[in-house]
């Protein structure tokens, strides 16, 4: 593989995130169980059917809530796979993740295992570091129009990398907050939906019947202005990691007219073992050598690929 292409490989990743729907979310540090008000003798009391069945879709959601898991880092060599078009590339490489600090994505030429360049999204700034010719961007979410556009924000992206249901503009899910969900409980299909609108922002989670965990979400994200963007998360092969249980296969399908070009594009993360090691730097520190270039100018050159 020319190592040209792994810089492409890098910057579709950035298309795929940047592409997202913005939203804020926080976990939830300890679950709280909503019970159903029960009678002296441990009965519910008489209700009408309405009232039951919500108190039902509030259990359902509270359930989805308290999968999100506990450990504040998340570490793992991947296998990393993208399609667009009639490409596909796969790649090795690594993700390391803090909590509410830094989502990091590093990339390597395959047989040398050398670094060919990283994304790495912190709560103020997006930087995307191409290791071959010495070059990076590196701007806020809000001074750069294609993500600003997009209504992207780092909560966003942490709440699809952690498998994890969020509410926009919040960063605690309150038992409240959970009555802000349309629930749909599906006793025969294997999963039940939760849904939510904002503005121009829609998001559907689909979550098992049996286990709660979250096996897919759908956001769309619709402006007359930039276009439209879908995005769709899928989440396979759950492993323990601490008491609760991650996806060690994520899959994101985008597609946006939010370009001059539609694009579509297909991005696995296969992670080959899930640890919560703590000592790495959340922050890529780069030499004088490296040149900064325009993050729109890389953004344009990336949509013309």
């Known amino acids: 593989m020319k190592k040209n292409r792994l810089i492409k490989v890098v910057l579709l990743i950035a298309t795929i995130v940047v592409s997202s729907c913005g939203t804020k979310k926080h976990l939830v540090k300890e679950p709280t169980v909503v019970q159903p008000t029960t009678a002296p ?31 504040e880092n998340i570490t793992s060599k991947i296998d990393f796979t ?9 790649v090795s490489g690594k993700i390391q993740m803090r909590r ?7 990339l390597s030429v395959p047989i040398l295992g ?13 930087m995307i570091v191409d290791r071959i010719h010495t070059e990076y961007v590196k701007g806020d979410y809000n001074k750069v129009d294609f993500l600003k556009n997009n209504g992207l924000d780092f909560y966003s992206l942490q709440a699809l990398f952690w498998n994890q249901l969020f509410l926009p503009g919040e960063k605690t899910i309150t038992k409240d907050k959970l009555k802000a969900f349309d629930i749909t409980l599906n006793n025969d299909p294997k999963n039940s939906t939760l849904s939510l609108k904002r503005d121009r922002l829609s998001y559907v989670w689909q979550a098992d019947n049996s286990s709660a965990l979250i096996k897919q979400v759908d956001a769309q994200y619709s402006s007359q202005q930039s276009g439209n963007t879908k995005l769709q998360c899928t989440y396979g092969d759950f492993r323990p990691l601490g008491v609760k249980q991650f996806p060690a296969d994520i899959t994101l399908d985008m597609n946006t007219s939010a370009t001059k070009k539609a694009k579509q594009i297909k991005m696995n993360i296969r992670m080959k073992s899930l640890n919560t090691d703590s000592k790495w730097d959340a922050r890529t520190t780069l030499s004088k050598k490296y040149k900064e270039v325009s993050a729109e100018d890389v953004l344009n050159r990336l949509m013309n690929l």
Do not use: C
Not at 114 to 126: I, N, P, Q
């Open 41 to 71: 003798s441990g009965q519910v009391k008489p209700t009408d059917t309405k009232s039951m069945e919500e108190v039902r879709k509030q259990q359902f959601a509270q359930r989805v809530l308290d999968n999100a898991v506990y450990v």
């Open 82 to 90: 993208i399609n667009s078009g009639s490409k596909k590339i796969e």
């Open 100 to 106: 509410d600090d830094v989502i990091r994505i590093q």
């Open 114 to 126: 050398m670094e060919a360049g990283r994304l790495e999204f912190t709560k103020d700034y997006v």
